[in-house]
């Protein structure tokens, strides 16, 4: 269908500098020529080696998309949130489940990777529940081969993450960041290097920031409170299908007091100082102003909490990487118990020429301190 995309570019003298309301004008036109005489399946084909072929002439993924659109002709829409619109029609029209299936891998196609494809259509899933639809509508909206070499996709990267893992900036060094603390003015507004440091020390994801609370608990039988401490967190972030209930309170701040007094005179100024951490109507925030100001040290805000949990795990001390997962996991807030899901935690790098701490209370350490390390020559 390469042919097809060239013959209309060269027809329409389509460029660059061509507009969307112009292209949009041709949509019907070429989609007719892509699916001539052909079966969904071939249509669907045709559509994807059409669009490649317009941005191989030189058309951005914008121009391509507008003139061979997500959904059928007809039914384009400009908006800001498309996935948003796709799923309010579904609803409105009452597709079929075929129907349905085509627009989910039209949707998922034209992402530029096929990871992106997959979350694309997790999204439309979560406003199609959103909506009320039913169990067959949001099954119509899988495809499993998508869906299959995405994850495969993802645990390569996860695998490769783990053994390359991620080098802290100096800027973001632990004793850095406790001297930033140290600094803090509580009674003068916070700038946006007070917030990313208190995302840091409390392992905060942005959504977590405006309703996270550190409070002191009274013993309990209930199946949350661990003896060993008495601070705990609630208002985090959960993830999907987790109850809510306190998690013990771990930071690189040992103080509690002083970490909550941190965090609500943050709290305080996010209407004004930090509007980008309100929620909007689908409970999102907005990432952009922390990435565009972490650029500057070439991480983004997804790094952070990964900082913040060695940070935790190092000034806590353990005597083996376990231990180390196990204060990572706390300082997360994650459900103690799923293990797996810390492991993306435990990849920040050790700093270069920077020996490691010693450990309190370590007997191996402190023989080995006096008498020297026994070489295997020496058994």
């Keep these: 269908m390469a042919k097809i995309a060239t013959s209309f570019v060269n027809h329409y003298k389509l460029t660059p500098q061509t507009s969307l309301p112009q292209l949009s004008s041709y949509t019907e036109e070429l989609a007719n020529k892509l699916s001539d005489g052909k079966t969904k399946e071939q249509a669907r084909k045709a559509r994807d080696q059409a669009k490649r072929r317009f941005q191989e002439l030189g058309l951005s993924r914008e121009q391509a998309d507008t ?15 498309p996935i948003k619109i796709i799923a309010q029609d579904i609803i409105k029209n009452n597709l079929s489940p075929e129907e349905i299936n085509e627009i989910a891998y039209d949707l998922a196609s034209s992402a530029p990777t096929t990871v992106a494809g997959n979350s694309r259509l997790n999204l439309l899933r979560k406003k199609l529940r959103s909506l009320g639809a039913n169990y067959l509508i949001t099954e119509a909206t899988k495809i499993p081969f998508i869906t299959e070499e995405a994850n495969q996709i993802q645990a390569r990267k996860r695998i490769f993450r783990g053994i390359n893992g991620y080098d802290c900036p100096e ?27 208190v995302m ?23 199946s949350w409170y661990n003896p060993d401490y008495s601070w705990y ?30 965090l609500i005179w943050i709290q305080r100024s996010i209407p004004d100082k930090f509007p980008f951490l309100l929620k909007d109507k689908d ?16 991480i983004t805000s997804f790094i952070l909490r990964k900082i913040g949990a060695d940070h935790a795990s190092r000034i806590h001390g353990g005597r083996n ?10 300082a997360c807030r994650h459900k103690i118990g799923h293990a797996s899901s810390v492991e993306h935690y435990g990849v920040m790098n050790d700093r270069p020429n920077t020996p490691a701490p010693k450990q309190e209370n370590s007997e191996v350490e402190d023989i080995i301190d006096l008498y020297g390390e026994i070489s295997d020559d020496e058994n």
Excluded: W
């Design 171 to 197: 800027f973001f060094y632990l004793e850095k960041v406790q001297e930033r603390l140290n600094g803090c003015n509580i009674t003068k507004p916070p700038s946006m290097q007070n917030l990313i440091d």
């Design 67 to 81: 003139l061979i659109p997500i959904r059928a002709p007809g039914r384009h829409v400009d908006e800001r949130d």
């Design 283 to 298: 409970g999102n925030t907005n990432v952009v102003p922390l990435n565009q100001f972490l650029s500057q040290h070439k």
């Design 321 to 330: 990487d376990s231990r180390h997962q196990y204060l990572r996991q706390l």
């Design 233 to 262: 967190c609630i208002g985090y972030a959960k993830n999907k299908g987790e109850v809510e209930e306190p998690r013990p309170f771990l930071s690189m701040e040992k103080n509690p007091i002083r970490a909550r007094e941190l």
């Design 200 to 222: 840091i020390m409390l392992c905060m994801r942005s959504a977590d920031v405006k309703n996270l609370r550190i409070n002191r608990y009274k013993p309990s039988c209930e």
